[in-house]
């Protein structure tokens, strides 16, 4: 999976151990700073309904931060929430990096958080290609909201997203499913 905005860009391998565990490395970058993380995923919770179906997972994982032009340690920790049908879909995150000062240089935890909600225009079967138009609100520390208007195209095992941001920024989304 990886997500990706002008001056920004994420990257996540997992391999699923179980069904509800996966270990897995983060790879996140914000401007000049970037952490790599390996971490585990952790499924807590699933609602699997007639129509829908909803997770509440937990991850948490120990690596390193460039910045600064110095390595340093990192945690993380993150929950991510969703829940969706064929024709709607939700989702919510929050993810903290905790940071370590270093010499002279103050750290303060870095934080991302995003909601996101979608609508499916048609509902499509399993062996066609599945649309959804999804808006995102994401908010990085004190950071105004960055607004992202995104269609996902979702086939098979590949899911893509193209999107704008309401600030003329640019945003690219992929996830293939081995």
Do not use: C
């Not at 909803?54 to 920790?77: D, K, M, P």
């Not at 899911?159 to 941001?165: R, S, T, Y």
């Amino acid at each position: 999976m990886s997500y990706n905005k002008d001056q920004h860009n994420e990257f996540l391998l997992t391999y699923s151990v179980k069904s509800y565990l996966a270990a897995a490395v983060y790879y996140f970058r914000e401007g000049d700073v970037n952490f790599t993380i390996p971490r585990v995923n952790y499924l807590a919770k699933r609602w699997n309904n007639e129509d829908s179906q909803g997770n509440i997972y937990l991850s948490g994982g120990y690596g390193y931060e460039r910045s600064f032009n110095q390595t340093v340690g990192a945690g993380f920790g993150a929950i991510d929430v969703d829940w969706e049908s064929r024709k709607y879909y939700t989702a919510a995150s929050y993810e903290r990096f905790l940071r370590q000062d270093q010499d002279d240089i103050s750290r303060p935890d870095f934080e991302v958080m995003k909601v996101r909600a979608g609508v499916a225009p048609y509902l499509a079967e399993f062996n066609e290609i599945n649309t959804w138009f999804i808006l995102e609100a994401q908010k990085m520390n004190d950071t105004p909201v960055v607004l992202t208007q995104f269609v996902r195209l979702f086939y098979k095992n590949v899911l893509v997203e193209l999107g704008a941001g309401f600030d003329g920024g640019w945003a690219f989304n992929y996830m293939v499913h081995f």
